[in-house]
T-cell receptor
């Protein structure tokens, strides 16, 4: 099973709302990622979690707050977003081991399409 | 990580081989070439990767030139379901705490036509 599950698939929220995106994997991967993808653009990395600890934050605004409660689950908490934050949010996971390149293959979920009104 | 250059779009007839080029002239000796694709409304999907030898799996073949400055992804018998954006990414095989991330370029939009 190489599945990464993201919920919800679609989300519409106002600028004053608080919402959360959820990502789950049961492959035993210890690295998890959030990417943001605007229309007709490539995905851009936001955060990396390694062994449940935040290891990379690509200068993401604080209105995006990631959380990794356990090795299988990754959340992205959203608060006071702007319309320009509307995008496809992708979660990925990888084995996270050192060394052999094949173990760093990332598996992606289908994404959450977010619209901020 | 080294930068890659890909043509923005390509067409291919169904049943024919699709050859997608990637230029990575500044690649370092310890950097691998990875290929991912993204079908519309889905997340990116890993296809294949290599260091310097040619590689083949059930999805595709990867041909890397001897000087490693360019590579070609080959889909031997393209189908309509292969219509997607194909990303060539060059990066080191880092450990989990050493920037284990993917930097996507513009990719090539492959359109497979009947």
């Amino acid at each position: 099973d190489t599945e990464v599950t993201q919920t919800p698939k679609h989300l519409v929220m106002g600028m004053t709302n608080k919402k959360s995106l959820k990502c789950e994997q049961h492959m035993g991967h210890r690295a998890m990622y959030w990417y943001k993808q605007k229309a007709k653009k490539p995905p851009e990395l936001m955060f990396v979690y390694s062994y449940e600890k935040l290891s990379i934050n690509e200068s993401v605004p604080s209105r995006f707050s990631p959380e990794c409660p356990n090795s299988s689950l990754l959340n992205l908490h959203l608060h006071a977003l702007q319309p320009e934050d509307s995008a496809l949010y992708l979660c990925a996971s990888s084995q996270g081991s050192q060394g052999v390149s094949a173990k760093n293959i990332q598996y992606f979920g289908a994404g959450t399409r977010l619209s901020v009104l | 990580d080294a930068k890659t250059t890909q043509p923005p779009s390509m067409d291919c007839a169904e049943g024919r081989a699709a050859n997608l080029p990637c230029n990575h002239s500044t690649i370092s000796g310890n950097e691998y070439v990875y290929w991912y694709r993204q079908i519309h409304s889905q997340g990116p999907q890993y296809i294949i990767h290599g260091l310097k030898n040619n590689e083949t799996n059930e999805m595709a073949s990867l041909i890397i030139t001897e000087d490693r400055k360019s590579s070609t992804l080959i889909l031997p018998h393209a189908t309509l379901r292969d219509t997607a954006v194909y990303y060539c990414i060059v990066r080191v095989a880092a450990g989990y705490n050493a920037g284990n991330m993917l930097t996507f370029g513009g990719g090539t939009r492959l359109m497979v036509k009947p």
